[in-house]
């Protein structure tokens, strides 16, 4: 049974001893967070009902996830992973034990709720960083692009279970009993990270090491990356759009449903946008990115998203926006849903792999630090942003839900423009690319070495037609920006088979108008 679940999940004999407690981390975090956002979300709604707390509570989040991703992002190269780690989740299982068992130190009581509403993003990211640099220091970069879609079944599964079971844990106990199991889940995944640590990461590199292999970039210095900079920008609007959509589907649920059902709903609705999202990475994601490339790829979540946005205006006008409507009301607060849904899951299924290869061009060297800093910093400053545009909505009297719903459209059509512009400099870094590692081929010559790309290399130059397509299909699936590259230099080929390969490939990519308008990517290529 479990030979065939390591043979699914891609995972080798000798990985097991490190997968097996990961992919139980894994479960551990998604029931942690899945458990938190439900408790921290319901609790909020039945104690603040106005629309300036919920936006100032988006802005303290984001604030609150700024300064904590901002202190990770420092200490990671000054202090040992480990340690880094054991700080950041001993400060949370002390937070999280705060909001279950603090109610009694606060005159109001109502602030622990408050506090624990705050608290999701910035323990949301922590504890993803954690587990991902804990994933990265595990794994080679050739084990890590192939278990990287397997270790997030642990977090799949937990956030399934979870989600599904709250409505009926619920039946016996209130809902702030959430926070029970949110504390016992993390004290389980830091317990699993110490056993982790102790026994793989400890005896991995060391902080000089780490020092040399992954470099740090202040903020100043990686906003002066263009392409970093274009990274950032989309990373930021795709937050804040999100946010605006959380905002008006956290306030139609506060008003069409009883207090009482809301966690109910929340657990249900966040358990499909789960569901969704896993159906349409597993069958869809892959084959768009393969058939029509990233461009495209990171066009689909604006697109529909701003198409059910703009179906909520429409038919939020038509028949009704608040509860004035009546049970019209329902009809718009099923279009905010389905935004809300398409836009989460879509993120998840697409968004963030596309984002991780358009990490691949940046200097490998800066590669972690970079990622970090958009998974964490550059996140939360999209919350942070989102909460102040909305505050600021909010100031100028525009209370209306629907006014929300009407500015969610222009940040999907910048959405939209980013993600072309970032595509074009995505193309731009990889022809500097070339070029720099044109110059130094030139410098020196060095003995190849056994590396993953020399090895699909060796196989693309083959004289055999069988063997360059083979190598061009894995070429595909594990270094995709070197594919693109190798598109480009056999598309003249003298071999009739890699040549019809090279340009259905190219056509399907959309590459064959960038490489009439730019020879020079082909001669860099070639």
């Given at each position: 049974?479990?030979?065939?679940?390591?043979?699914?999940?891609?995972?080798?004999?000798?990985?097991?001893?490190?997968?097996?407690?990961?992919?139980?981390?894994?479960?551990?975090?998604?029931?942690?967070?899945?458990?938190?956002?439900?408790?921290?979300?319901?609790?909020?709604?039945?104690?603040?009902?106005?629309?300036?707390?919920?936006?100032?509570?988006?802005?303290?989040?984001?604030?609150?996830?700024?300064?904590?991703?901002?202190?990770?992002?420092?200490?990671?190269?000054?202090?040992?992973?480990?340690?880094?780690?054991?700080?950041?989740?001993?400060?949370?299982?002390?937070?999280?034990?705060?909001?279950?068992?603090?109610?009694?130190?606060?005159?109001?009581?109502?602030?622990?709720?408050?506090?624990?509403?705050?608290?999701?993003?910035?323990?949301?990211?922590?504890?993803?960083?954690?587990?991902?640099?804990?994933?990265?220091?595990?794994?080679?970069?050739?084990?890590?692009?192939?278990?990287?879609?397997?270790?997030?079944?642990?977090?799949?599964?937990?956030?399934?279970?979870?989600?599904?079971?709250?409505?009926?844990?619920?039946?016996?106990?209130?809902?702030?009993?959430?926070?029970?199991?949110?504390?016992?889940?993390?004290?389980?995944?830091?317990?699993?990270?110490?056993?982790?640590?102790a026994k793989y990461i400890s005896?991995?590199?060391?902080?000089?090491?780490?020092?040399?292999?992954?470099?740090?970039?202040?903020?100043?210095?990686?906003?002066?990356?263009?392409?970093?900079?274009?990274?950032?920008?989309?990373?930021?609007?795709?937050?804040?759009?999100?946010?605006?959509?959380?905002?008006?589907?956290?306030?139609?649920?506060?008003?069409?449903?009883?207090?009482?059902?809301?966690?109910?709903?929340?657990?249900?609705?966040?358990?499909?946008?789960?569901?969704?999202?896993?159906?349409?990475?597993?069958?869809?994601?892959?084959?768009?990115?393969?058939?029509?490339?990233?461009?495209?790829?990171?066009?689909?979540?604006?697109?529909?998203?701003?198409?059910?946005?703009?179906?909520?205006?429409?038919?939020?006008?038509?028949?009704?926006?608040?509860?004035?409507?009546?049970?019209?009301?329902?009809?718009?607060?099923?279009?905010?849903?389905?935004?809300?849904?398409?836009?989460?899951?879509?993120?998840e299924a697409i968004d963030e792999?596309?984002?991780?290869?358009?990490?691949?061009?940046?200097?490998?060297?800066?590669?972690?630090?970079?990622?970090?800093?958009?998974?964490?910093?550059?996140?939360?400053?999209?919350?942070?942003?989102?909460?102040?545009?909305?505050?600021?909505?909010?100031?100028?009297?525009?209370?209306?839900?629907?006014?929300?719903?009407?500015?969610?459209?222009?940040?999907?059509?910048?959405?939209?423009?980013?993600?072309?512009?970032?595509?074009?400099?995505?193309?731009?870094?990889?022809?500097?690319?070339?070029?720099?590692?044109?110059?130094?081929?030139?410098?020196?010559?060095?003995?190849?070495?056994?590396?993953?790309?020399?090895?699909?290399?060796?196989?693309?130059?083959?004289?055999?037609?069988?063997?360059?397509?083979?190598?061009?299909?894995?070429?595909?699936?594990?270094?995709?920006?070197?594919?693109?590259?190798?598109?480009?230099?056999?598309?003249?080929?003298?071999?009739?088979?890699?040549?019809?390969?090279?340009?259905?490939?190219?056509?399907?990519?959309?590459?064959?108008?960038?490489?009439?308008?730019?020879?020079?990517?082909?001669?860099?290529?070639?």
């Amino acid at each position: 049974m479990l030979v065939r679940l390591y043979k699914a999940l891609a995972i080798e004999p000798d990985e097991t001893g490190k997968m097996n407690p990961l992919l139980l981390m894994g479960f551990f975090m998604g029931m942690f967070i899945a458990c938190l956002s439900v408790a921290a979300q319901s609790l909020f709604l039945l104690h603040f009902q106005t629309q300036e707390q919920l936006a100032t509570a988006f802005v303290l989040s984001g604030l609150s996830a700024q300064v904590a991703t901002f202190i990770y992002n420092f200490l990671q190269n000054r202090i040992p992973f480990i340690l880094l780690g054991t700080l950041n989740l001993v400060t949370i299982i002390g937070l999280t034990a705060l909001v279950e068992f603090g109610e009694p130190f606060f005159e109001n009581p109502d602030t622990i709720h408050y506090i624990g509403f705050i608290l999701i993003l910035p323990f949301t990211f922590i504890t993803l960083l954690v587990f991902w640099g804990s994933f990265g220091r595990l794994f080679t970069l050739r084990q890590s692009k192939r278990l990287m879609g397997s270790v997030d079944v642990g977090f799949l599964i937990a956030s399934l279970i979870a989600f599904f079971s709250i409505p009926q844990i619920l039946q016996y106990v209130e809902t702030a009993a959430l926070y029970t199991i949110s504390l016992a889940s993390i004290i389980g995944y830091f317990l699993l990270y110490i056993y982790l640590s102790a026994k793989y990461i400890s005896a991995g590199l060391s902080l000089e090491q780490e020092k040399e292999r992954h470099k740090n970039l202040s903020i100043v210095q990686l906003f002066k990356v263009k392409y970093v900079l274009y990274m950032s920008a989309f990373v930021v609007i795709t937050m804040v759009g999100l946010r605006f959509v959380d905002f008006s589907f956290l306030q139609t649920t506060q008003i069409y449903f009883e207090d009482a059902y809301v966690p109910t709903f929340l657990s249900y609705f966040e358990a499909v946008v789960v569901i969704f999202s896993f159906l349409f990475q597993t069958l869809a994601a892959d084959r768009i990115i393969a058939m029509y490339g990233m461009r495209v790829a990171s066009f689909i979540n604006p697109i529909l998203t701003g198409l059910f946005t703009i179906g909520a205006l429409l038919l939020g006008l038509s028949f009704g926006y608040t509860s004035a409507a009546g049970e019209s009301f329902v009809i718009f607060f099923i279009m905010v849903a389905m935004s809300k849904l398409v836009m989460q899951a879509t993120r998840e299924a697409i968004d963030e792999p596309v984002m991780k290869l358009y990490m691949l061009p940046v200097d490998s060297e800066h590669r972690l630090d970079v990622q970090t800093k958009l998974e964490g910093t550059i996140l939360a400053l999209g919350n942070l942003l989102a909460g102040l545009l909305i505050l600021v909505i909010l100031k100028v009297q525009l209370t209306e839900l629907i006014y929300f719903t009407l500015f969610a459209i222009p940040l999907f059509v910048i959405w939209y423009f980013l993600a072309n512009r970032l595509n074009k400099t995505y193309r731009l870094t990889l022809q500097n690319a070339l070029t720099k590692s044109k110059d130094k081929s030139t410098e020196t010559k060095s003995d190849k070495a056994f590396t993953v790309n020399n090895v699909l290399e060796v196989e693309v130059n083959s004289a055999a037609e069988e063997k360059v397509i083979f190598g061009l299909k894995l070429m595909e699936k594990l270094e995709p920006a070197v594919f693109e590259t190798s598109l480009v230099r056999l598309v003249d080929s003298d071999l009739r088979k890699v040549r019809e390969f090279a340009r259905d490939r190219i056509s399907l990519l959309g590459l064959d108008q960038d490489i009439s308008q730019n020879a020079e990517i082909k001669s860099l290529a070639i």
